[in-house]
């Protein structure tokens, strides 16, 4: 142990039993893989004053800190090379489960939120496409998934946090109270306070869903009208669309568009919606967790530091009206081997009060989203391609969702409305309020 870590260690251990300090972490990487990086210290806290003097005691030092949780990004943003970092994983604590709602500690997985709430006929307004990050990670993020349609991301239907600020404060924020905070650190990116504790929405769940598979070919126009029709009937549980290269489009340009439907197994057939202008492929009842966790099922588990094949994922929020421009340009850009994956295409709502940080242009809103796995030889070539596909989205009044693996920092992200993170005057700003002194994440 060196001079600058045992130091570190002795101010940290003021702290007492509630915060655990490894000074030996070893090397980690996040679940993309590109990336890998050994902290100077790992801290776990155990509670919102633990989390309070670990940035109280970097600020002093001039260290930086960078939360994580199950770090599920495929950036690198999870990870310190050089700083603390802060496993907020200790903190898993589910606090209650309550009709219309639930309230977690930051680090609790998304699993065992899921997991309690749809015992009691419930589910998170939202549902990610992967149950292992934690509550605090995807609301840092925005966080979209089953139910993004209707309710936009994980980040809008937050009703309250417990949040800690760079100078140690720790404060309890919602729409009435403490707005400014509440909004900035929804799809802040953990950069501006740390989650230490969630409360959120919870809606009536369906004990199984009946799901369909619906082609439409290359009709683009028929697909996508059905697309935001489905989104916007109360009677859809999930929706989604799926563009995969046609066998006999060797350049990319010939789309094979689909839908994925799926709906309460209990409704009549004479309520069910129906397939639109598409023809069904398939259909199937399924129990409800099945369906939320068949994504996640066939993305894999996380990478050892150096291990193959990585995930440089690509995903941006853009205009409905935009999205056949930008599905054919992540079509035509992304290298063959990363597509047998399909580009997805995601409706999201915009609901009142919803977390203005994150990149959403006006009007109806799609995600459009790859995630490849590639050698690592191919992630130069890939992550070209994602930035073919970022400025299509960027030049039709989109922007980046920051879960990707797009290099960060273009200017011409600065659109009104569509700023990519951190290039956006609204998070530049919050960050010189919040966090002038840059404690979390990031080089100072």
Same mark, same amino acid.
């Given at each position: 142990?060196? $001079?600058?870590? !045992?130091?570190?260690?002795?101010? @940290?251990?003021?702290?007492?039993t509630g915060l655990v300090v490894d000074t030996s972490p070893r090397e980690v990487t996040d679940f993309g893989g590109l990336d890998s990086a050994v &902290? =100077?210290? @790992? *801290?776990?806290?155990?509670?919102?004053? *633990?989390?309070?003097?670990?940035? /109280?005691?970097?600020?002093?030092l001039g260290l930086t800190v960078t939360p994580c949780g199950t770090r599920h990004s495929t950036s690198g943003a999870t990870l310190a090379s050089g700083g603390i970092l802060l496993d907020l994983t200790s903190m898993d604590r589910l606090r209650s489960v309550h009709a219309g709602g639930f309230v977690a500690d930051g680090?609790? $997985?998304?699993?065992?939120?899921?997991? *309690?709430?749809?015992?009691?006929?419930?589910?998170?307004?939202?549902v990610t496409n992967s149950l292992t990050p934690?509550? *605090?990670?995807?609301v840092s993020t925005g966080g979209i998934g089953v139910g993004s349609h209707r309710h936009g991301t994980q980040a809008d239907t937050v009703t309250g946090l417990e949040v800690v600020t760079p100078d140690g404060a720790v404060r309890t924020v919602d729409a009435a109270s403490g707005r400014d905070l509440f909004d900035a650190v929804r799809a802040g990116q953990g950069r501006l306070a740390v989650i230490t504790k969630v409360a959120a929405a919870l809606v009536p769940a369906p004990r199984a869903v009946r799901t369909r598979l619906i082609e439409y070919g290359a009709d683009f126009?028929?697909? =996508?009208?059905?697309?935001?029709? @489905?989104?916007?009937?109360?009677?859809v549980f999930g929706v989604e669309g799926v563009v995969l290269r046609a066998e006999d489009g060797a350049d990319g340009a010939a789309p094979r568009c689909l839908i994925e439907l799926a709906t309460d197994a209990a409704l009549p057939?004479?309520?069910t919606p129906g397939a639109g202008r598409g023809g069904v492929l398939t259909s199937e009842h399924r129990p409800t967790m099945d369906y939320l966790t068949r994504v996640a099922d066939a @993305?894999? $588990?996380?990478? $050892? &530091?150096?291990?193959?094949?990585?995930? #440089?994922?690509?995903? +941006?929020? /853009? #205009?409905?009206?935009?999205? !056949?421009? /930008? +599905?054919?340009?992540?079509?035509?850009?992304? #290298? #063959?081997?990363?597509l047998p994956n399909p580009v997805i295409v995601g409706p999201v709502g915009t609901p009142a009060g919803s977390a203005p940080l994150l990149a959403r242009p006006a009007g109806d809103v799609v995600l459009v989203a790859v995630f490849p796995s590639?050698?690592?030889?191919? /992630?130069?070539?890939?992550?070209?391609?994602?930035?073919?596909?970022?400025?299509?989205?960027?030049?039709?009044?989109?922007?980046?969702?920051?879960?990707?693996?797009?290099?960060?920092?273009?200017?011409?992200?600065?659109?009104?409305?569509?700023?990519?993170w951190p290039d956006s005057a609204a998070w530049r700003a919050a960050k010189l309020r919040y966090d002038p002194a840059g404690v979390l994440g990031g080089p100072r």
């Open positions: 142990m060196g $001079p600058i870590v !045992e130091h570190l260690a002795q101010r @940290l251990a003021a702290a007492g &902290p =100077l210290v @790992l *801290a776990r806290p155990r509670d919102a004053e *633990a989390v309070a003097h670990v940035l /109280v005691v970097a600020g002093e680090g609790t $997985p998304w699993r065992s939120v899921v997991t *309690a709430a749809l015992a009691g006929g419930q589910l998170p307004a939202v934690t509550v *605090a990670g995807t126009g028929a697909f =996508l009208a059905d697309l935001g029709a @489905l989104a916007a009937d109360p009677l057939a004479a309520q @993305l894999g $588990p996380a990478r $050892p &530091p150096g291990g193959e094949p990585v995930r #440089p994922w690509c995903t +941006v929020l /853009v #205009p409905a009206a935009a999205a !056949e421009a /930008v +599905v054919r340009t992540a079509l035509r850009a992304i #290298p #063959p081997q990363a590639v050698p690592r030889d191919g /992630v130069a070539r890939q992550l070209a391609a994602n930035a073919e596909v970022l400025a299509c989205a960027q030049a039709h009044g989109g922007g980046r969702y920051a879960i990707d693996s797009t290099p960060a920092g273009d200017s011409a992200g600065n659109r009104a409305g569509a700023g990519a």
